[in-house]
T-cell receptor, first 112, second 113 residues
Framework: GEDVEQSLFLSVREGDSSVINCTYT??????LYWYKQEPGAGLQLLTY?????DMKQDQRLTVLLNKKDKHLSLRIADTQTGDSAIYFC????????????FGKGTTLSVSS | KAGVTQTPRYLIKTRGQQVTLSCSPI?????VSWYQQTPGQGLQFLFE???????NKGNFPGRFSGRQFSNSRSEMNVSTLELGDSALYLC????????????FGDGTRLSIL
């Protein structure tokens, strides 16, 4: 079945770059998404990438997609304490229309 | 533009009761999806509504149901509540069209005693 895998924790120092990794299983996924969840809040859409792209950059965020390995990564440059949150990778469930399949989330902890 | 609004933010119920949660999508968005988030299972898709019709459904028992109104607002209902239904219920809306990104509300935290 379809599954999205992420490492559970990442700890970085303020000012460093953070790289959050994700693997997905459905090679026919057309869009892949990154969401951020802060304590007590819902999911905030950070960015998304179309499967015919290798890279997408948006200010401090860079998404890299390796379709051959079904690997997606999110790089946050100059990580700030305000970036501390849980980051979710998601792919579209092609068996169920618009439904998203989420990874378990990566908790990013930024220390000053 | 206002974001996705979910009410109430918090609910406490007891086993056997039923509950109704509400979601107002972003203006102009016609698709509304619901997800359940728990520490053990993570984020799981419940169902999606479009033009007042359920378009997709996840793998949840029939106690979980929903509906959508003509103004795209949606409600979900859970009957005969069980302890395991304690979760954060998230609503997401999107414009129609393939692969339009979903935008989420802050959720309703449901606690079952």
């Amino acid at each position: 079945g379809e599954d999205v895998e992420q490492s559970l924790f990442l700890s970085v120092r303020e000012g460093d770059s953070s790289v959050i990794n994700c693997t997905y299983t459905d090679s026919s996924s057309t869009y892949l998404y990154w969401y951020k969840q802060e304590p007590g809040a819902g999911l905030q859409l950070l960015t998304y990438i179309f499967s015919n792209m290798d890279m997408k950059q948006d200010q401090r965020l860079t998404v890299l997609l390796n379709k051959k390995d079904k690997h997606l990564s999110l790089r946050i440059a100059d990580t700030q304490t305000g970036d501390s949150a849980i980051y979710f990778c998601a792919e579209r469930d092609n068996q169920a229309g618009t439904a998203l399949i989420f990874g378990k989330g990566t908790t990013l902890s930024v220390s000053s | 533009k206002a974001g996705v609004t979910q009410t109430p933010r918090y609910l406490i119920k007891t086993r056997g009761q039923q509950v109704t949660l509400s979601c107002s999508p972003i203006s102009g968005h016609r698709s509304v999806s619901w997800y359940q988030q728990t520490p053990g299972q993570g984020l799981q898709f419940l169902f999606e509504y479009f033009s007042e019709t359920q378009r997709n459904k996840g793998n949840f028992p029939g106690r979980f149901s929903g509906r959508q109104f003509s103004n795209s607002r949606s409600e979900m209902n859970v009957s005969t509540l069980e302890l395991g239904d304690s979760a954060l219920y998230l609503c997401a809306s999107s414009p129609d069209g393939p692969n339009q990104p979903q935008h989420f509300g802050d959720g309703t935290r449901l606690s079952i005693l």
